[in-house]
């Protein structure tokens, strides 16, 4: 079915799982091919099931009853090729940033409504990301060491070049010369290689942009 987003769920609650199927099941641009109690049971199912073949789009449950991390879930799946979406009963600000900073391509608590969390899916899937109030939060109040604290002028030249502006570009958006724009965008790369998080590329800049969700205003 060309255009079908196929989607899987980890979660080890049997009354979502239940709950989900029916769900999905009457959205027509959606597809759930699989569903587990663990990432390790997704990824190698027992015989005599099929191998797994990667979902466009993970649901993975932040806490799971075989004590595995969540950051190592997320790295699992998105080594196996799927994107992420992380869903969870309470809105943990510290593991909402530590999800989207292992990968996961956003943060739902389960409490939403169905066309907040397909909406979440396709922008998942499209690659956009999901941004939610959750993680809206979560960012805002993040004081971690590991979050740099950019200036107006600063975070405005990093969204604009990592959206894919040339400098130039940038530049002459802010009203500054390009010498300028490029020594806000050194000093940039400098915070976050001080912070532990080091931005060689414009790949690497956009990465941060959306880890931090600078972009959500």
């Not at 956003?106 to 939610?132: F, M, Q, W």
């Not at 940039?188 to 956009?206: F, H, M, S």
């Amino acid at each position: 079915m060309a255009g079908v987003i196929t989607v899987a769920l980890v979660d080890d609650d049997r009354m979502l799982t239940d709950g989900m199927r029916s769900w999905l099941g009457d959205q027509p641009q959606l597809r759930l091919v699989s569903t587990a109690a663990t990432v390790g049971r997704l990824l190698e199912p027992a015989p005599p099931a099929a191998p797994y073949a990667p979902a466009d789009v993970v649901l993975l449950d932040l806490r799971l009853r075989d004590d595995s991390t969540p950051g190592e879930n997320i790295r699992r799946l998105l080594h196996s090729g799927s994107r992420v979406l992380v869903i969870s009963t309470v809105p943990d600000r510290t593991q909402v940033i530590a999800s989207i900073r292992a990968g996961a391509d956003g943060y739902l608590t389960k409490d939403n409504d169905l066309p907040t969390l397909v909406a979440a899916i396709e922008d998942v899937a499209a690659g956009r990301g999901a941004h939610s109030p959750e993680l809206a939060f979560a960012c805002a109040h993040d004081d971690s060491p590991s979050r740099p604290r950019l200036s107006p002028r600063e975070r405005q030249v990093l969204l604009d070049y990592a959206s894919g502006m040339t400098l130039k570009s940038a530049a002459r958006r802010a009203g500054i010369t390009v010498h300028t724009a490029k020594d806000y965008l050194n000093r940039v790369k400098a915070k976050y290689r001080q912070a532990g998080r080091p931005t060689y590329t414009k790949i690497d800049l956009a990465r941060v942009v959306r880890e931090d969700s600078l972009d959500d205003g």
